[in-house]
């Protein structure tokens, strides 16, 4: 079974907000503290593979196991990934605003 849609809109809406939280994740990273420690060498690949990461987190474990009491089925996780993989380009528009400042 394929997510529903108040599921498609809570996704939508964690996707939006991990997009709004990229231009600070970029100014954490470029801290000394912290590009000393995770000597990080694609600084874009590393913020797009953490923001997919914490919206698949969020959403998967939070939402769903804490909300919905279960673990998403075959069907929902490709529906997850699809609804994510569409947005792709709009989340790599804004690393690339950001890592450009």
Do not use: W
């Amino acid at each position: 079974m394929a997510l529903k849609d108040k599921d498609k809109t809570v996704l939508k809406t964690m996707i939006d907000d991990e997009i709004s939280k990229i231009p600070g994740l970029v100014r954490n990273l470029r801290l000394p503290e912290f590009s000393s420690v995770f000597q990080i060498k694609d600084e874009s690949e590393y913020v797009y593979g953490y923001t997919h990461g914490s919206i698949i987190g969020k959403f998967e474990t939070y939402y769903f196991v804490a909300h919905g009491g279960k673990k998403p089925s075959g069907a929902e996780i490709d529906d997850i990934a699809k609804t994510i993989f569409k947005r792709t380009s709009e989340i790599r528009d804004a690393i690339i605003k950001s890592v450009g400042q």
